[in-house]
Structures are given as C-alpha cells and as structure tokens.
C-alpha cells in the first residue's frame, strides 16, 4: 500500500446506530468527556504498550479511529495508518490530529467491510465498537480485521454483565488461523482488551 494523502471515501450505505450518536456535539464533546475517565486511561496505556514493540514504518489500520486518540502516539512512532470511522463528524475532528498527512489516510467505511486489501497492515485495532454490533455482526469484524491484518489485532469489548456484552466464545469462533495472545483487564474485570496473533 502506498501513502499519500488523505483520502475520504464515500459514505456508507449503513452507517450503523453508533455512527448516528457520534455525531455534531456529542462528536465534539468526546474526548473532553472521556480521556480523564480510568476506563480510557487504561485502554490507552494497554494498547500503547500492544503496539510499542513494533518498529517504525509499520502500517495500523485503526478502526473506528473516532477523534484519533492514537493519533499522537503513532506519529511519535513514526507509523503509517489508515483511519477509518463510520461516522463523519468524528473523522473531522480525527483529521484535525494529524501531524503529517503523507503518513495518514482517513476514509469513512464500515468494519464490517473494510476497503482495505487482504493482508494491508501489521496491525488493526478496534476500540469501543462491539457494544454497537450485534453478535453476529462482532463476528462479521473479528473476520475482516484477520483478512487485513498481517501480525496482529487489538480490540476490546464486554465480555459479562452488561446489556452489550459480547462472550469470549463468541469471538473465539471466528477466528481462522489466529489465536488470543494477551487478553488484558481493562478498568473491570469484565471489560478485556485483546491481541490477536496468528497461530
């Protein structure tokens, strides 16, 4: 995959309910009324030291990408990523994060079908989604990141007693190839970060 600049791609046919909430002022408002919370802390620390072993040059595909929160940490590892969210108003404001555009390219798409090449990144990290997929649709994901994913995948999700908590087993099933190389607590026992890797 080459880089250039950023690239938006057309908007998706189903942009899903997620898509829908964050958008105008609660897109505005996300990072604000997030990033001092211990849940965001955490993920961020664990994800960070998920990815900090890879060395410059590597390719993240980080979907959904929101605000870009990780935005400043691939760019102080001199990554390349493709930014990808469902909704608009957030991949304005992710844009806005970007230090040197000839490393990112942002595109709005779904997860569900990534406009990605098979095997096109290293890395593909899925924060904060599966609350918003059904079971089946969670599934649906964890194959598409495997197909474009070279050497690892980091996601996170509720696996217990939660309205939207999606079962370990669930996740198991779909994989093809992979296997569950760390699977981190997140800020409850309940709420887990994963890496996959290929088995």
């Not at 590892?77 to 942002?106: G, T, Y």
């Not at 190839?177 to 760390?182: N, S, V």
Request: aromatic letters at 10%; a negative charge.
């Amino acid at each position: 995959m080459s880089v250039g600049l950023m690239e938006y791609l057309p908007d998706p046919s189903e942009a899903g309910h997620g898509a829908r909430k964050y958008s105008g002022e609660v897109a505005q408002g996300y990072d604000q009324k997030r990033e001092d919370s211990p849940k965001w802390q955490a993920e961020q620390a664990i994800i960070e030291s998920m990815l900090d072993e890879l060395p410059f040059g590597s390719w993240i595909l980080d979907c959904p990408c929101g605000t870009g929160r990780f935005f400043e940490f691939y760019h102080k590892k001199n990554f390349l990523f493709r930014a990808i969210d469902a909704s608009a108003d957030m991949l304005r404001l992710a844009a806005q994060k970007v230090v040197d555009p000839m490393k990112a390219r942002l595109a709005q798409a779904d997860i569900r079908a990534l406009p990605l090449d098979d095997k096109s990144v290293d890395v593909a990290v899925a924060v904060r989604i599966t609350r918003w997929l059904s079971p089946e649709d969670c599934q649906v994901m964890i194959r598409e990141l495997q197909r474009v994913a070279r050497q690892k995948i980091i996601f996170t999700a509720r696996i217990a007693n939660h309205p939207h908590a999606r079962p370990i087993e669930l996740f198991i099933e779909a994989l093809d190839g992979w296997k569950i190389a760390r699977n981190e607590q997140g800020y409850v026992p309940d709420y887990r970060i994963f890496e996959l890797r290929p088995e």
